[in-house]
Every structure is written in structure tokens, then in C-alpha cells.
């Protein structure tokens, strides 16, 4: 006889790929429903932001306004010319419009509503307080009694209508908005307020501006201001904080403008500190900056200290605050990108159950082990499965990268292909191997399965509701969102919000999308470490764990509970002991082949192809059951060249001699030999020379 050789690497990649793609063929159906699944998903997005194009991006409230010039001369309803521009915007259009020459601003000083000045209620005035401290007293009294100016002056000498406001302070108490294009201090119903040491009675007066696009008519009142002095900066830091709004939002008695500390100031230094007065949202969740108003009190003390030096007659005047020009801008929130991670986080965890069920159901159909008696080793079971698994994924992602930015998915097309191809592959490479590892721990695809999908749906869920809340949470320290990334659902969903991130502000500012340079700064040098030493870690814990349960030693002996019973060496002798009592009764040939095994052992002869000397199954008893003697004590051996047929009723043991035979079980006593190697010890060998007509076919 020719001595058997295993069949070489090709052959057996060759083979197993022929299985893996006879396999899809047969699972055709949700082979289409799995690629379906993300272009349906992309598809989806898509409408998502076509619907929120119409809705928000392109709403009238989102550009700048505009009338129609032409009266519908027409009749048909439709305007012919439009006249665009800030006079026709309202407060949250005038955002969106070109600015190509700023219009002149004033300069106003921002101070709290009356109905927070609590001595308003009290004795009917309102004063705005500022408060100035510093280290020299005489000083300081003085300066604060050249922050106000006495009157409402104003310069009748110039046609400057900015600049004949200019020698008073002008203060309003209007919020502040995200822009300083249209101030709502100028544009709203409030009034202007001329801050004044003394109120005389009556002094309300009117000021028209018309320099188009800037036209306003504005009613100016006097309001009087108090100069204090404070001992120190700690006492006024108190008073301010005291005047804070309080939890419920009512109590806010902050009747503080402005408060200055001049330290050391003295003729030949001006050394101050500014407290200025802002409404305060208490909305830390809003990424937009609003706009603060401090020129103001910074030229009131500069001011002041300049009168200070050079007497009444020297001012500094400040005219007027102008905003940047700027470009005509539209709204552009691409909502695809912002809920695009729970979307693609599915789109990519949905391969993970389809591996793990793949290699659960060879598992569990005995596949992987009917291969093996055909020769089929290990390492190539492995490392073709895992290409196999590899390329059909690399394929999936290929495809829902091409067709994303086919149909125009700013997530896709903004950011740079290779890092999200890096970023993908080292993902798949990752689940893959966790799957590997995951699916030693299943004996049933179905459980694997529903598993697989909980863990899908759940991580992009806990993703999008949790995880994000948390990375965008500026007080959840990052060590903590560190730790978390460690799960590999949400490592993946890091990346795609970064990458999520990255296309959305492209989209909304021109900013750039992400590219290498981006990097370091992103998270995702983070999660690429992340992924790439899970995926090691996995790997040799797959390793590590499929030596082990090929080997007769327990897979996870160390995991087992120590105090369980298992069979231990003295039961097996004891079960011994009673067979060797029955020994009499046994049949004369049987007594004879026995006698012919242990001669055969003894001398090591390798003429016979199968030798079992003394084979024993015992199943461990369950739920309360007897341990089941399966086959007991088996001795026989076949010479090569014969043809061996074994007979018996239910319940002789033939199926289990043939599983022990085959290494689908373990004996629990005795030893066996093919062509002299023993079945507990070289299995692999004897695959070589083995085939398997497996029982139900
Ligand atoms: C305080 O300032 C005044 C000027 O206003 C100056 O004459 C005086 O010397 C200063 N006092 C101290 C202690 O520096
Ligand atoms: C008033 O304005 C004119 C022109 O801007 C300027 O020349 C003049 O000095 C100003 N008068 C005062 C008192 O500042
Ligand atoms: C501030 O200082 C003055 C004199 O130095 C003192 O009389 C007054 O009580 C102090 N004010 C406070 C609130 O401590
Ligand atoms: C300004 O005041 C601060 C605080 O007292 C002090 O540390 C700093 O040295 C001063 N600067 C000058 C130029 O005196």
C-alpha cells in the first residue's frame, strides 16, 4: 500500500473555496438581502437629506431676504425682479446676506434689563451700577468720575451722525445674537439707553439714521449710572456673584454693568481688569459663540484714565464697530453626515453575525471535522477561511463606499478615501478575528446568531445615544471614552463619527474634510492603535484556544469550576475492577482476541490496520441520570487488507466506537491505533490515511 500523503496547500484552498462558494450559492437569497441592506440604508440617507434640503437648508428663513422690486406687473404671481439684501432681511435672515461694506455700528455697552435691577421695583429708578476698585483709593474715585460724561453731548459741529453720539455712553439691554451683522441693540423694539450720572426728567430723545442699508429710528433715554467704589477685587467678585441669576431663572438682580480693577495703576502705568456684562444661556450644548459686547467698557476706561492725565479736554473717542465683509452664505447642515455613524456602524457590524453563524454551523453540522478526516489541517482551515471571510468583506465595503458616493453621501465623498479604506479594512480584519474567537464559545448557530444581531442593533444604538452624548460632553473625562472605545462596537463608531464630523463642517464652513494631516488631531489615531492590538489580541487568543480544544485538554480548563465531578482516575479503576469480575462469562473469542491485542500491542507489529485494546465510552450521567456505559471495553483487531463489518442492535455502541475511531469524541479508557498511530495522541496523522462515509448520508 502507498503510504498516504497529505494533499498539499493548493489543493486544499482550492477545495475549501469550492465548499465556502458552494455554500453562498446556496444562501444566494441572503447573500442579496446583505448587499441590499446598505445601499437600501444609503439610499434612505439620502432622501433624509433631500427632505431636510427642502425643509430647513433652502428655507426662506435660511437666506437672505428678499422683496420682489417688480409689484407682479406680470400677474402671474411670480416675481421677476428681486431685490436681495440686508434691508429686506429679517434678524436671522440678516446672517445669510453678502456684506460687501459693512455698515458702521454703535459701539454700545451692554447692561442688565431693568426688570433684573432690583432697585428698580424698590424706589423706581433703575441705576446701572459699575463698580471700581484698585489700589489707590484717590485714584480710583477719580477715574470713575470720568466714565460718564455729565449730559447728553453731542458734537453739532459735525455731520458725523456716529460721531456726535460718540462722547456719551450708549448702552442697551438687548441680548446678544451669533452675529454682529444686524445688532438686535439697534434692530430690535428696545431702546437706547444714555448712561448719565444724574437723570434730569423728560430726557427722552429720538435719533433717525438713515444710511441705507443701516436705517433706524431709535428712541434714547436716560438711565442714571452709579460710580462705586469697592475696598478690593474680592469684594466686588462677591457682589457680582451674588447678583447672579440664581437656579430658578427668575432671580436675576445682577444690577452690575461693568466693574473695573486698576491694580497698580498709577500716572506712568494703566494696569486694569474688565468685568463685563453678558447674558449668560447657561447652554453649553450650543456650539455657536455668541457675540460679547466689550469695546465699549474698554474705551470708557481708557477714556477716563485719559482724562485722568490730560484733563476734561482729551478724549478718545470711539465712532463706531464695523463687521468683517463678507461673501453672501447659506445654511448647509448636511443631516446625512450627522446621522450617517448608527447607520454605517450597522452597515458594517451586519457582517459580523453572517461570519460567526458561517463558522458556528460548521461547528455545529460537524463540517469542520468531516473536513479534517479528509485532510483538511488547521492552518489551512484558518488562514483560508479567514482570506475568504477577508475578501468577501473588502468586497462589501468596496461597494458601499463606491455606491455612498455614487449617490452623492457627503460622508463619503468628503473625506479621504484611503484613510477610510484603512479605517474599514482594519476594521473588518478585526471582526473577522473577533468572530473567530467568539465562535469557539458557540455550540449553535441559531443562539450564535441572535447573539450576532443583538450585538449589532445594540451597538449602533448605545452608539448614536450614548457613546456620542459622551464623546460630545465636554465634563466625561476622555480616559473614560478611551476605555469605552475598547468595545469594538464603539471603536467603530468613533471612526465614523469623526469621519461624520469631519464632512459636516466641511459641508457647513469649507473647512476641509479629513485627510492624513487630519490624523493626530482627529480620534482616530486613537482608534486605529485600538483596533489594531484587539485585532492581534484576538488573533492569538484564537489561536491559542483552537490549539488547545484540538489537543485532548479541556479548552477552557482553566475557566472550569474546579469543584464539578468528572470521572476521576479512581472511578475509572473502580469501573475496571467490575468488568474484570464479568470477565468470566465472557465468550471464548473474545477472550481470544484480547489475548491477540495485547500481543499485537506488545510487540508493535503495524500489520493490522485498526487495533483497539480495551476501548471504553462512558457518558457523563445528567440531570440526575447514571453515568451511560456506551461501549464497554472493546478489543479487537482488523489486518490490513480486510474488509471489517460490524453488526449490532440500538444501543450497541457501534456509533459511538466509529465517533472514537474518527475523533469526534475522546474514549474515556482504553487506546486505539491506525496503522500504529494512536487516535488520542496523532489524530492528525491518521486523517491522512482516513476517509469518512459520514452516517447520515
Ligand atoms: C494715589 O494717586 C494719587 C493721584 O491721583 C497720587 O497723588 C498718590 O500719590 C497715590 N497714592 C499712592 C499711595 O500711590
Ligand atoms: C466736532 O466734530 C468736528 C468734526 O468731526 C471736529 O473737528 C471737532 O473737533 C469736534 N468738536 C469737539 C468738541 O470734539
Ligand atoms: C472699606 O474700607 C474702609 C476704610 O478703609 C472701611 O471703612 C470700610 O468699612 C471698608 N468696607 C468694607 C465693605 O469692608
Ligand atoms: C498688573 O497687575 C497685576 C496684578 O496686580 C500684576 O501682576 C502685574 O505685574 C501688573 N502689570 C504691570 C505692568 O504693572
Redesign the pocket.
Known sequence: MAKPVAASFLTQANALFKKNLTYQKRNIWSNVRLIVIPLYLCVVLVCIQAVFDSLVNNSVDNQCGCRCADDDKNGDGKCEIKSCGLQYSSQNQAVFCAFPNPPPLLPLLHIPPSVNRDSCQRTGSCPVTILVTGN?Q??GT?LSENLLSTSFTVNSSSDLFLRNLAYNVLSTTSETDYTNYRDPGIYSDLPIFNIQPQCTPATILSLSFRQPPLEFHKEVRCVQGLNLWRNNSLEVNDEIFKGFRKENHEEIINEVAAAYDLLNT?RNKFNVTIWYYTTYKGDLQDWRVKYVRVPRSVNMVSNAYLQFLRGPGTKILFDFVKEMPKQETRLRMDMASLIGPIFFTWVILLLFPVILTSLVYEKQQRLRIIMKMHGLGDAPYWMISYAYFLAISTLYIVCLMIFGSAIGLKFFRFNDYTIQFMFYFLYINLQISIAFLVSSAFSKAVTASVVAYIYVFGSGLLGAFLFQFLIESLSFPRRWIFVMELYPGFSLYRGLYEFSQYAFQRNLNGRDGMKWKDFRGSAMDEVFTIIIVEWVVALVATYYIDRVSSSSKDTFAFLKNPFKLSPTPQMLSFQKERSDVSVEMEKLDVIQEKETVKQLIFERSKNHGIVCDNLKKVYQGRDGNPPKLAVCGLSLAVPSGECFGMLGPNGAGKTSFINMMTGLVKPSSGSAFVQGLDICKDMDKVYISMGVCPQHE
Open positions: 489707590n484717590s485714584l477719580t498709577d
